[in-house]
């Protein structure tokens, strides 16, 4: 894991839950994008990946890797 802050995301019910380091860092930008497979896409530029895991988007439940700006 790269990027820092984030540790873990999961789906529980309609929601996605989103945990942090503590203490926090200060909030950066963050892009979801869907995983492919089991490995997480090219980072955007600029960003670095933070944290993979499975989000609710649009009460679906989906695996996702989260990218950090840098």
């Known amino acids: 894991m790269v990027g820092g802050g984030i ?21 950066r930008r963050v892009t979801l994008l869907p995983m492919i497979g089991d490995a997480a896409p090219p980072a955007p530029d ?3 990946l933070a944290v ?6 649009q009460s679906v439940a989906m695996k996702v890797a989260v990218f950090r700006k840098n």
């Open 7 to 27: 540790t873990a995301i999961k789906a529980i019910g309609d929601y996605s839950v989103v945990t942090f380091k503590k203490p926090r860092l200060p909030k």
């Open 46 to 48: 600029g960003t670095a």
């Open 52 to 57: 993979t895991g499975d989000a609710m988007i």
